[in-house]
């Protein structure tokens, strides 16, 4: 079953956090333990 949604903000950038923001490796390593892996 496919829908179709409205664009509500087209020009609006995406921003993916999952990985592109983190500046650190160390706090990525941190970071692990809490997300079970």
Request: no cysteine; aromatic share 2%; glycine share 2%.
């Amino acid at each position: 079953m496919e829908r179709s949604e409205a664009i509500l903000e087209p020009d609006l950038p995406i921003v993916d956090p999952h990985h592109h923001l983190w500046d650190r490796p160390a706090t990525l390593v941190a970071a692990l333990p809490q997300t079970g892996h």
